[in-house]
């Protein structure tokens, strides 16, 4: 089993910057990806980005070159800094780990609220 656990959410103004952070309790070894998703208010739920064991990573059209996903493995933690956020950027961030375990299977985060003001 793994549970995560995202912090790093908060209230910001436009342009500024956010660092997420999602720590799981079990080794990485079996992660096939981490990755956030973002819900908004009356809003489907959208990947924001994703990064592989191996280094690949996906990113939204709409964050690519403003946020970056990164980990560190020791830590058994993903982290997405944020930057230049936009107020279109407010929405609950949930994390996600895809595991190979047997078989696959998507854990999910609580969430944390990123609020952005104009």
């Known amino acids: 089993q793994v549970q995560l656990v995202e912090s790093g959410g908060g209230l910001v103004q436009a342009g500024e910057s956010l660092r997420l952070s999602c720590a799981a309790s079990?080794?990485?070894?079996?992660?096939?990806?981490m990755g956030w998703y973002r819900q908004a208010p009356g809003k489907q739920r959208e990947l924001v980005a994703r990064v592989t064991r191996a280094g690949n990573t996906i990113y939204a059209d709409s964050v690519k070159g403003r946020f970056t996903i990164s980990g560190d493995n020791a830590k058994n933690t993903v982290y997405l800094q944020m930057n230049n956020l936009k107020p279109e950027d407010t929405a609950v961030y949930y994390c996600i780990a895809r595991v190979a375990s047997g078989n696959i299977y998507d854990y999910w985060g609580q969430g944390t609220q990123v609020t952005v003001s104009s």
């Open positions: 079990n080794s990485i070894i079996s992660i096939i990806f």
